[in-house]
């Protein structure tokens, strides 16, 4: 099995910072891409930045320039630096990664339980 355990959310005022972090442990092999995704209310979830093994970033268009996403693979951990936060960034945020496991060669995606972050006006 793989947990997933995020941290760093919280309430900012507007063009304040955060920075998430997300931590994977469990029976991994390799990890392909990490990414975060957010859901506000009423919304769909949607990409926010993704991150492959080999470090190319991708972002959504709302956050490029505001938002860098950064990976430590000795330990297995993606970061979400969230600078001159709007109150459009309120939402849960998730991370997401791809895995191998140890002995085989299927992908799994696993999800992380979601961190709030709220942008107060």
């Known amino acids: 099995q793989v947990q997933l355990v995020e941290s760093g959310g919280g309430l900012v005022q507007a063009g304040g910072s955060l920075r998430l972090s997300c931590a994977a442990s469990?029976?991994?092999?390799?990890?392909?891409?990490m990414g975060w995704y957010r859901q506000a209310p009423g919304k769909q979830r949607e990409l926010v930045a993704a991150i492959t093994n080999g470090d190319s970033t991708n972002y959504a268009d709302s956050v490029k320039g505001r938002f860098t996403i950064s990976r430590d693979n000795a330990k297995n951990t993606m970061y979400l630096q969230m600078n001159s936060l709007k109150p459009e960034d309120t939402a849960v945020y998730y991370c997401?990664?791809?895995?191998?496991?140890?002995?085989?060669?299927?992908?799994?995606?696993?999800w992380g339980q979601g961190t709030q972050v709220t942008v107060s006006s």
């Open positions: 997401q990664i791809k895995v191998r496991k140890v002995g085989s060669p299927t992908v799994y995606v696993y």
């Open positions: 469990g029976s991994i092999f390799s990890i392909n891409t």
